[in-house]
């Protein structure tokens, strides 16, 4: 099942005509069968880190949509690297198993699984995406879920939590790296092609590289090469960890309302991952807040490709462009002026999960129906043939037929449908 889709994905993009949204890529010997990608999107539906049967249910529905990459949500490599206690995780060895049946069925699918692994830093210890991550407090021990100590390069909060972060010492830092590597052998383990750091959005990592966040005096912080010193360890104990497939790196271009990391320090950092082997950047952004008096990034359509773009053409490196594209001819344009490598998507496909099908049909791909399983492709591609049966398309042979069929109850109601 799972080879013959796939087979039949890539026969069918094979002409030169195909929009490249649909044209396949191979990154590090990975095929993705087409440019389209499922973002991250935390779901706080795990069972201290296990994906459970939601996950199955929103991850196969999205694989099942037709992208050609297909990322679960920022999954953590510490216990205390989650954000809430529904967080996802890959922090005990017996959670391979879980993340082994999405990989699976997100492959039987046609698409390729992807892992993003994060650490939240000072961002932990907080309430679901749907009560606005409100942060634990005393009383919540009471329910069961009490606060917990979140980890930082500097013990400074972005908003007021239970505790004030940990500064971490060089141990802190040690084992937060070494985390990561387990991480990424489970990630394998589990059957995923492709990994993600996430290194944006104001997590641990983006908390080193932010002059907002990272006040240390050591040489994890200070200049720009101190501030990039542990998000570039972590990306070379997870390449190391994973020599032959693709490692993507998410980051914020800029830190957004009040912060002072900036599009060219983005691009230092690029280029400093690229030099490490880190395959592709995907350009995300903000998360720290501070007191400068740089601004929130405008929720315009496309609102980061231009980002995207910038680090694509000065750190020499491919990128996914993510961020208000929700129209087929939108991400095709983006391709087409080599502003990025692929289009990621995430409430656009909340709203529409068959996006990828949708959008294929849309620039005129004749055969859509072949990027989504055979029991739904079967019935559509049934419903257009019937389209072009005459007695289906309305005039006289309609009309007798349902006069037959109705008697006078017809009469009043004669069916033009042909060319309409
Ligand atoms: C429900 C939801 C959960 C998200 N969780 C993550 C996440 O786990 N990791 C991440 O890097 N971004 C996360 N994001 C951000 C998305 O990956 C994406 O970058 C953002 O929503 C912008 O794309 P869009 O305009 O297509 O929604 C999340 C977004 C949504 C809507």
């Given at each position: 099942m799972k080879k013959n889709v796939i087979i039949e994905k890539q026969s069918a993009v094979t002409n030169n005509k195909v929009p490249l949204l649909f044209q396949p890529i191979s990154i590090r010997g990975v095929e993705l069968p087409n440019r389209v990608v499922v973002a991250p999107m935390c779901q706080y539906h795990s069972d201290d880190g296990e994906p459970t049967d939601w996950q199955i249910m929103?991850?196969?529905?999205?694989?099942?949509?037709?992208?050609?990459?297909?990322?679960?949500?920022?999954?953590?490599?510490?216990?205390?690297?989650?954000?809430?206690?529904?967080?996802?995780?890959?922090?005990?060895?017996?959670?391979?198993?879980?993340?082994l049946r999405l990989t699976n069925l997100i492959r039987e699918q046609g698409a390729v699984p992807a892992i993003q692994l994060g650490h939240a830093g000072r961002k932990a210890s907080c309430h679901t995406a749907t009560e606005s991550w409100r942060p634990l407090i005393d009383q919540d021990s009471q329910t069961g879920y009490p606060p917990w100590q979140g980890l930082a390069p500097s013990a400074l909060n972005q908003l007021?939590?239970?505790?004030?972060?940990?500064?971490?010492?060089?141990?802190?830092?040690?084992?937060?790296?070494?985390?990561?590597?387990v991480a990424t052998h489970r990630s394998l383990d589990a059957g995923y092609d492709v990994i993600e750091i996430h290194g944006a959005h104001g997590y641990l990592i983006h908390q080193f590289l932010s002059p907002v966040s990272n006040h240390r005096k050591d040489s994890y912080?200070?200049?720009?090469?101190?501030?990039?010193?542990?998000?570039?360890?972590?990306?070379?104990?997870?390449?190391?960890?994973?020599?032959?497939?693709?490692?993507?790196?998410?980051?914020?271009?800029?830190?957004?309302?009040g912060g002072i990391w900036s599009l060219p320090d983005s691009i230092s950092?690029?280029?400093?991952?690229?030099?490490?082997?880190?395959?592709?950047?995907?350009?995300?952004?903000?998360?720290?807040?501070?007191?400068?008096?740089?601004?929130?990034?405008?929720?315009?359509?496309?609102?980061?490709?231009?980002?995207?773009?910038?680090?694509?053409?000065?750190?020499?490196?491919?990128?996914?462009?993510?961020?208000?594209?929700?129209?087929?001819?939108?991400a095709e344009d983006i391709l087409r002026a080599s502003k990025a490598d692929l289009i990621a998507l995430a409430r656009e496909l909340l709203w529409n999960?068959?996006?990828p099908v949708h959008a294929a049909h849309e620039l005129g791909i004749k055969d859509p129906f072949f990027m989504i399983p055979n029991e739904y492709a079967f019935r559509l591609r049934q419903r257009e043939e019937q389209k072009t049966i005459p007695?289906?398309?309305?005039?006289?042979?309609?009309?007798?037929?349902?006069?037959?069929?109705?008697?006078?109850?017809?009469?009043?109601?004669?069916?033009?449908?042909?060319?309409?």
């Open positions: 929103h991850l196969g529905r999205l694989a099942a949509g037709g992208a050609g990459l297909v990322f679960g949500e920022e999954t953590a490599v510490e216990r205390r690297g989650r954000k809430t206690y529904a967080c996802a995780g890959l922090y005990k060895k017996k959670h391979v198993k879980a993340y007021p939590r239970h505790f004030l972060p940990k500064e971490m010492d060089r141990d802190d830092i040690k084992t937060v790296i070494e985390a990561f590597r912080g200070g200049d720009l090469a101190g501030r990039m010193r542990f998000a570039l360890e972590v990306a070379e104990v997870v390449r190391s960890a994973c020599p032959d497939r693709p490692v993507f790196y998410r980051i914020s271009a800029v830190d957004g309302e950092l690029s280029q400093e991952l690229k030099s490490r082997h880190i395959d592709l950047i995907d350009v995300s952004s903000g998360g720290i807040s501070g007191g400068s008096t740089m601004p929130p990034v405008p929720r315009i359509p496309g609102y980061q490709v231009g980002f995207c773009e910038r680090i694509k053409r000065d750190a020499d490196v491919m990128t996914i462009a993510v961020g208000g594209i929700t129209k087929a001819q939108q999960a068959d996006w007695i289906n398309q309305g005039g006289d042979k309609t009309n007798a037929a349902m006069r037959f069929l109705l008697g006078d109850n017809h009469s009043s109601n004669l069916i033009k449908l042909k060319n309409t």
